[in-house]
């Protein structure tokens, strides 16, 4: 079973940087899929960027250029370097594990069954 814990959320100034790490357990994480989703109040869960077992970097429209994330495979983490903050990305993050096998693409929620509890995110204007 894959377990994960989200840290470093936090309350920001817009224009402002945070980092979110992800810490993985459980067998095999590096055959996983790992990423990063977030929730608004109202709003659906939504795709933030993801990387994959094979090293690649996905990320949603409204993540290009400002986030970036990384993956240290040899201690089972992921995290979410967040730069030039604006208040719509606060929200809940969530880090999430994908299934494997699955044939859901990579940026849709429905390939990932196990997931953290979240962090909150707050950007102030």
């Known amino acids: 079973q894959v377990q994960l814990a989200e840290s470093g959320g936090g309350s920001v100034e817009t224009g402002g940087s945070l980092r979110l790490s992800c810490v993985a357990s459980?067998?095999?994480?590096?055959?996983?899929?790992l990423g990063w989703f977030r929730q608004a109040p109202g709003k659906e869960r939504e795709f933030v960027a993801a990387?994959?077992?094979?090293?690649?970097?996905y990320y949603s429209d409204s993540a290009k250029g400002r986030f970036t994330i990384s993956r240290d495979n040899a201690k089972n983490m992921v995290y979410l370097q967040k730069s030039s903050l604006r208040p719509e990305d606060k929200a809940v993050y969530y880090c999430?594990?994908?299934?494997?096998?699955?044939?859901?693409?990579?940026?849709?929620?429905?390939?990932?069954?196990?997931w953290g509890k979240g962090t909150q995110v707050t950007v102030s204007s």
């Open positions: 999430a594990a994908d299934s494997p096998q699955s044939l859901v693409t990579i940026i849709r929620l429905a390939r990932y069954p196990h």
């Open positions: 459980g067998p095999l994480i590096s055959d996983h899929a």
């Open positions: 990387f994959s077992n094979e090293g690649r970097a």
